[in-house]
């Protein structure tokens, strides 16, 4: 597609409930980030994937997070026992490469945790 | 003490002014520098991107990285009020480290007619 897919783009659930969020990188891309952004804040990173594999998955906040990229181009964003705390905008970005360092933003997923 | 540091505002200014954003930053490994900007309920686009020290122009958007003082800047020129948004510095350390893209809060700016 012309630019980063992120479905849904709001997303209301009760706490406790079990939320995934998906995102389709620009075509041809092969680093995939996943990036959160509460109100008021810049986004902070999640999660990096280069192809298939999580390169880095440092800012996943706890094990309740989880990512996944099976075939190297849709990523989805799993989130079990959601928590009020989790309330946020989910962003995902792609860029060509590895040695690229320009990423590219999809437009965000609002969660809100009820 | 956060790595990247930037002003949240609100920076309100009239139509056709300069405008002049700035992050500071601590980590030193830090060598990609890039302004997004974002309007409400949408994802940030990039604007500008600059690599090590010195000066980048597009149009009339200028950004600045000066290293020895952990300081960068994004100036607008002949403001507009579709410049309105939310502007974030965000960057990243040298290839071989982390892939991680690290943001200021952004800066909320309006631009009155």
């Known amino acids: 597609g012309a630019g980063v897919s992120q479905t849904p783009s709001n997303k209301v659930t009760e706490k406790g409930k079990y939320v995934e969020l998906r995102c389709d990188p620009i075509s041809g891309h092969t680093a995939l980030y996943w990036y959160r952004q509460s109100l008021g804040q810049g986004p902070e990173f999640l999660i990096y994937?280069?192809?298939?594999?999580?390169?880095?998955d440092s800012g996943l906040p706890n094990d309740r997070f989880f990512a996944v990229r099976p075939e190297g181009s849709v990523s989805t964003l799993k989130i079990q026992r959601t928590e009020r705390g989790d309330s946020a905008v989910y962003l995902c970005a792609s860029s060509l490469n590895r040695e690229s360092r320009l990423a590219f933003f999809g437009q965000g997923t609002r969660l809100t945790v009820v | 003490q956060k790595e990247v540091e930037q002003d949240p505002g609100p920076l309100s200014v009239p139509e056709g002014a300069i405008v002049s954003l700035n992050c500071t930053y601590s980590?030193?490994?830090?060598?990609?520098f890039m302004w997004y900007r974002q309007y409400s309920r949408k994802g940030p686009e990039l604007l500008m991107y600059t690599y090590s020290s010195g000066n980048k122009e597009d149009g009339r958007f200028t950004a600045q990285v000066d290293k020895s003082s952990k300081y960068i800047s994004l100036f607008i020129r002949d403001s507009q009020p579709s410049d309105s948004a939310t502007y974030l510095c965000?960057?990243?350390?040298?290839?071989?480290?982390?892939?991680?893209?690290?943001f200021g809060k952004g800066t909320k700016l309006t631009v009155n007619p």
């Open positions: 965000a960057m990243k350390g040298s290839q071989g480290g982390s892939e991680k893209l690290v």
């Open positions: 980590n030193s490994a830090f060598q990609y």
């Open positions: 994937f280069q192809g298939t594999g999580a390169a880095d």
